[in-house]
T-cell receptor, first 114, second 113 residues
Framework: EAQVTQNPRYLITVTGKKLTVTCSQN?????MSWYRQDPGLGLRQIYY???????DKGDVPEGYKVSRKEKRNFPLILESPSPNQTSLYFC?????????????FGDGTRLSIL | AQSVTQLDSHVSVSEGTPVLLRCNYS??????LFWYVQHPNKGLQLLLK??????LVKGINGFEAEFKKSETSFHLTKPSAHMSDAAEYFC???????????FGSGTKLNVKP
């Protein structure tokens, strides 16, 4: 089954404790992206990747890091999480980096930073 | 610059009546437009997309949307609402050969029995 898999689905942690949210897709997609969803704001893009070793900032990259060492994986790293990063996070992938291709989304990761 | 405005944060309809969710966009280039649906505790699922072919786009579950360039709109409609349509809907714009997607703030659809 074609899917985007995020882990963990839920995480409660404390300020300053490094964490990683994993994302994996099995569709051989070129393009992957991370979003955060906050009430009333829709989804905002954090980082995206056009291919292996190619990443770029989205609209809200502060406090986040990403890497793309393999085509299928695109982890999101919070080196020193803070309470304002409490949010619902989605990973997405699409066939190509051309904007006309729709994205496939994971089921989300709900992070709470205390 | 690209942006999306969803004109209603909440819409409530009765089961069996028409649905209209409104979306206006702003784009410096020819846009690609999408509607996604999000059910509780789930990721987003593609309903339909417009990518410069037919202006009336049909999607899944009986939804359709019409691209109106003169009005910069891409409203989502369905002739008859079903209880299972209750969810949050997002309008999204992107530009061909660009790498960013811009989401509206979402419209929550409530369907009353």
């Amino acid at each position: 089954e074609a899917q985007v898999t995020q882990n963990p689905r839920y995480l409660i942690t404390v300020t300053g404790k490094k964490l990683t949210v994993t994302c994996s897709q099995n569709m051989n997609h070129e393009y992957m992206s991370w979003y955060r969803q906050d009430p009333g704001l829709g989804l905002r893009q954090i980082y995206y990747s056009m291919n292996v070793e190619v990443t770029d900032k989205g609209d809200v990259p502060e406090g986040y890091k990403v890497s793309r060492k393999e085509k299928r994986n695109f982890p999101l790293i919070l080196e020193s999480p803070s309470p304002n990063q409490t949010s619902l996070y989605f990973c997405a992938s699409s066939l190509s980096r051309r904007g006309e291709q729709p994205q496939h989304f994971g089921d989300g990761t709900r992070l709470s930073i205390l | 610059a690209q942006s999306v405005t969803q004109l209603d944060s909440h819409v409530s309809v009765s089961e069996g009546t028409p649905v209209l969710l409104r979306c206006n966009y702003s784009s410096s280039y020819s846009p690609s437009l999408f509607w996604y649906v999000q059910h509780p505790n789930k990721g987003l699922q593609l309903l339909l997309k417009y990518t410069s072919a037919a202006t009336l786009v049909k999607g899944i579950n009986g939804f359709e949307a019409e691209f109106k360039k003169s009005e910069t709109s891409f409203h989502l409609t369905k002739p008859s609402a079903h209880m299972s349509d209750a969810a949050e809907y997002f309008c999204v714009v992107s530009v061909r050969n660009f790498n960013k997607f811009y989401f509206g703030s979402g419209t929550k659809l409530n369907v009353k029995p």
